[in-house]
């Protein structure tokens, strides 16, 4: 006999349903990067593939099966007719994935099975029995760990952690070790407890803990019930008699079948490997390289292949070339690092007529006629992201000027949806295989610039090839959409001012932080103090664990919700206990003062350059709404709710001595865009009498005759209402925000709609238009598509739905300052004026300026402001001053 004759077989058995389901969820960051030529998601296959990769080298099996479940009815739901019945319906980008993996199973050589009426577990239970009746070995692979009950010393359940390409090896063992019961037992547990996940009741008040301990004294359940009666009275003893009848049902329904009339047999599920030809046409199709380089394929290009470039060096003669061009011409300007007001530049690109030029030698910006044409405004150039590229220049004495196609700015007026700050991404989506950052130079600690300089300078010259061919198409695409205008008019002249903001950046005095540094540290000692006297002992406040100790068992405070660590201490927890102990609002205030401690006092000293000032990034294309938002640091979110956030803001100085800052705002901006949009005639009547809108809302929710009879508390209720009408709150979400109940909550929006007809006009139509258009639009025509907007899942769905009521709102709140900048920064150049425009933070802007000036300002800058869009309602605008950010308020 040889020897294969004598060695073990192997039979793999994988639960088809749970893992995709685990695979999609382990990938569902990148949902839309793993998308097929037809459109199809893949990511689910994608890691589903992974996974198989990593199992078959790892089980090398004789015998493979991945079974799925029919349908939603079984022998179970006849039992039990809520049987799952909580569980959230797949998501439609997996349902579309099953029938590939079944595709691929085949293909890699996995036979696939589903049986009418009976559930992926049932088959993986019959078969698993059957091998281990002919000494097999077993492997199963799962997500769900109630297939643990199947271990026995033939067949290991391998229940995956993390994604799916870890797992965790249940044996019988294994399961005493964790559990403290036998495989046999688990359906006992499950009996008693009952299962959330599948949706069966088990016994009132019993967890694994106490299940657990029920069965290491009696065994099994049945023993249980037959001793129950000797018990000593107690609560469990109730509830275990109560619910007897629920338990023996929650059992049989966590029993996994082990007959079921399963219609292949051990023999069918030989295992000979993939279907090589097949396999790689697959993997061609959907675009999977990375698995046809394992095959040691070369991936067939599905996409535009981005073939070498030929490139001339970047020289003198090239200048010369490139300045006497009056064509338009593509220039990529590379850095490496992250963050592009220190970062080097590492190399130049242009594309010229069908000519590229590129080099790493910088000096080439100290050329004349390179120089002169970067700064002249008549040569036209393209590029991708023009405020980098215009500060990037500008470090190497060079003012970048004539950009009129901004591939970054363009692709993120197309689809908010995706972060575009990437090329390689962009080029993707219109296939061309340029690659990402990530792949290009690594990430992390391997993030490096490739030691072959051709191979940078190749990568260059594709960037300005893409930037190149893409231009028509995407431009097309945008006037198709009605958003050339908001193009031309608002995000490429806005870039242009953003880069002028961030190169002057803000002066902050470091002096002021450190002196405030040590005002915080002393204040938080003494709050600490404070706390461990009231307390009566002392422990690290920082450490959730011991927190939890003290409030909730030296101190006795009431348990709102528990971890899987203890207790939880988070900030609404807390909220909650406020009135029962003085330690709590200390806790509070303590944790409030070393954030800002930590992230701005502290955090901002790391961002101050040579030049004594901050010089903050705008992102221009994050935002879903168009909101700007700033990073490196973000100066958007400095808290001003409280003093000791405020006190931040008296670092940020003028330039010179003798200058002032100047800050103007927006009042209530999103609301006069809901007056106008809606076209509600009260809401409107408001803002052009200019009553006070909070007050005048609580006069005609509460059904008073006129605003004096208004108390602050209808006014503090009618604020909430108001705003959070223009973020499509819930009534759960008002009950919260103001302190009433659901019903109370729900009353009052009723009444507000009542009130302001033409609002709940507004919202019923807008989400009509998302349905039937699937997007939603702001006054200047900026899109955000809401594909979520015809989900299946409720919660999906209502969160598209308010979204879809609030992007208009503040997107156009965001349209209008965007257009308020640039006509500001053209009327201080067109005044001659020595006052720059230094910040933005949502509906404020912040400049600095000689004192003699800022009459000038008190004038000029809220009548830009006021002017900037014409509503149907004025636009009001309040402004302020002083020797820093802080007494500008």
């Given at each position: 006999m040889g020897e294969n004759m004598t060695e073990k077989k192997k039979l793999l058995l994988i639960d088809g349903n749970s893992v995709s389901f685990r695979a999609f969820f382990a990938m569902h960051n990148v949902l839309d990067k793993f998308v097929s030529g037809d459109g199809i998601h893949t990511n689910a296959l994608y890691a589903f593939n992974n996974m198989l990769e990593i199992v078959l080298k790892d089980e090398k099996p004789t015998h493979a099966l991945v079974a799925f479940d029919a349908g939603k009815t079984t022998f179970r739901t006849e039992m039990f007719s809520d049987y799952k019945g909580t569980r959230a319906k797949t998501p439609p980008e997996l349902m579309e994935q099953l029938p590939l993996i079944q595709e691929l199973l085949n293909l890699r050589g996995i036979k696939t099975y589903e049986l009418k009426n009976y559930e992926a577990d049932d088959i993986i239970g019959t078969m698993s029995r059957e091998a281990d009746q002919e000494n097999m070995d077993v492997t199963v692979i799962t997500g769900d760990r109630d297939l643990t009950q199947l271990t026995t010393d033939n067949v290991t359940v391998k229940v995956n952690v993390k994604g799916v390409t870890e797992t965790e090896a249940y044996t019988p063992e294994h399961v005493k070790e964790k559990l403290g019961i036998s495989p046999e037992q688990i359906i006992d547990m499950k009996g008693l407890m009952g299962d959330n996940s599948d949706h069966y009741p088990g016994v009132e008040k019993v967890g694994e803990k106490t299940a657990i301990k029920l069965l290491n004294e009696y065994d099994t359940m049945e023993n249980l019930y037959e001793h129950v009666d000797?018990?000593?009275?107690?609560?469990?003893?109730?509830?275990?008699?109560?619910?007897?009848?629920?338990?023996?049902?929650?059992k049989k329904l966590a029993t996994i079948n082990k007959e079921a009339p399963v219609e292949i047999k051990l023999g069918d599920l030989e295992y000979h490997g993939d279907n090589q030809e097949q396999l790689i046409k697959f993997y061609q199709k959907l675009g999977f390289n990375s698995f046809l380089e394992k095959m040691n394929v070369e991936p067939e290009e599905t996409q535009e292949a981005m073939a070498d470039i030929k490139y001339s060096d970047l020289n003198e003669d090239a200048t010369k070339i490139i300045l006497k061009s009056s064509d338009p011409q593509t220039i990529v300007v590379e850095s490496f690092g992250g963050n592009y007001h220190i970062d080097p530049i590492i190399g130049l690109a242009v594309k010229s007529g069908d000519t590229y030029y590129a080099t790493s030698d910088v000096s080439i910006l100290e050329n004349a006629d390179f120089k002169q044409w970067i700064e002249d405004e008549s040569k036209e150039k393209y590029t991708f992201d023009n405020k980098k590229t215009i500060a990037l220049l500008h470090r190497y004495g060079c003012d970048l000027k004539g950009v009129s196609f901004d591939l970054l700015l363009v692709s993120y007026l197309l689809d908010t949806n995706d972060n575009k700050s990437d090329l390689g991404i962009v080029a993707q989506n219109y296939g061309y295989n340029l690659p990402m950052e990530e792949e290009f130079y690594g990430k992390g600690v391997k993030k490096a610039v490739p030691e072959d300089n051709q191979v940078l300078m190749n990568f260059l010259c594709q960037k300005a090839q893409v930037i190149d061919t893409l231009k028509e198409k995407m431009l097309s695409e945008l006037k198709d959409n009605d958003q050339d205008s908001l193009y031309d008019e608002i995000e490429l002249p806005l870039s242009n001012v953003l880069a002028e903001m961030e190169i002057k950046g803000v002066k902050v005095d470091a002096s002021r932080l450190k002196e405030m540094e040590n005002t915080f540290a002393t204040k938080l000692?003494?709050?600490?103090?404070?706390?461990?006297?009231?307390?009566?002992?002392?422990?690290?406040?920082?450490?959730?664990?011991q927190l939890g100790v003290v409030l909730f068992e030296d101190l006795k405070l009431p348990v709102i919700k528990k971890t899987k660590t203890g207790y939880s201490t988070s900030v609404d927890v807390l909220e909650k206990l406020k009135d029962k102990s003085p330690v709590v609002q200390m806790v509070l205030d303590y944790r409030q003062i070393s954030k800002i401690q930590s992230t701005y006092v502290v955090g901002l000293q790391k961002f101050i350059q040579q030049d004594n000032k901050i010089h903050t990034i705008y992102l221009q294309t994050l935002t879903q709404t168009g909101r700007l938002s700033s990073i490196e640091p973000n100066l958007q979110n400095i808290p001003i709710r409280i003093d000791e956030g405020r006190q931040i803001r008296r670092a940020f100085v003028p330039k010179n001595p003798d200058w002032e800052m100047f800050s103007a705002?927006?009042?209530?901006?999103?609301?006069?865009?809901?007056?106008?949009?809606?076209?509600?005639?009260?809401?409107?009547?408001?803002?052009?009498?200019?009553?006070?809108?909070?007050?005048?809302?609580?006069?005609?929710?509460?059904?008073l005759d006129s605003t004096d009879e208004v108390t602050p508390d209808m006014r503090r209720q009618a604020k909430a209402t108001n705003f959070g009408i223009v973020y499509g709150i819930s009534d759960y979400g008002l009950s919260q925000n103001i302190g009433i109940t659901r019903k109370q909550a729900a009353a009052f929006i009723d009444s507000y709609f009542e009130q302001y007809p033409g609002v709940k006009k507004y919202m019923d139509d807008i989400v009509k238009f998302a349905r039937e258009n699937g997007y939603v639009e702001t006054i200047m025509h900026r899109r955000r598509?809401?594909?979520?907007?015809?989900?299946?899942?409720?919660?999906?769905?209502?969160?598209?739905?308010?979204?879809?009521?609030?992007?208009?709102?503040?997107?156009?709140?965001?349209?209008?300052?965007?257009?308020?900048?640039?006509?500001?920064?053209?009327?201080?150049?067109?005044?001659?004026?020595?006052?720059?425009?230094?910040?933005?933070?949502?509906?404020?802007?912040?400049?600095?300026?000689?004192?003699?000036?800022?009459?000038?300002?008190?004038?000029?800058?809220?009548?830009?402001?006021?002017?900037?869009?014409?509503?149907?309602?004025?636009?009001?605008?309040?402004?302020?001053?002083g020797k820093t950010w802080y007494e500008a308020k």
């Open positions: 000797e018990m000593k009275k107690s609560k469990l003893k109730e509830h275990l008699i109560n619910d007897k009848d629920q338990a023996f049902l929650s000692t003494e709050i600490e103090q404070k706390i461990y006297k009231e307390a009566g002992q002392e422990f690290n406040i920082n450490s959730p664990k705002d927006y009042s209530q901006v999103e609301l006069r865009v809901l007056a106008h949009i809606s076209g509600d005639e009260h809401m409107q009547e408001a803002f052009k009498e200019d009553y006070d809108i909070h007050a005048h809302t609580a006069m005609r929710i509460f059904g598509y809401l594909p979520d907007i015809h989900s299946k899942n409720f919660n999906v769905r209502n969160f598209a739905k308010r979204t879809a009521m609030n992007t208009p709102i503040q997107g156009s709140a965001a349209d209008i300052i965007k257009v308020a900048m640039i006509n500001m920064q053209k009327m201080l150049d067109k005044e001659k004026l020595q006052a720059n425009l230094l910040l933005q933070v949502h509906d404020e802007m912040i400049f600095e300026a000689p004192k003699e000036e800022i009459p000038i300002l008190e004038k000029l800058v809220p009548s830009v402001m006021d002017s900037a869009v014409k509503l149907d309602v004025p636009l009001k605008v309040e402004s302020a001053h």
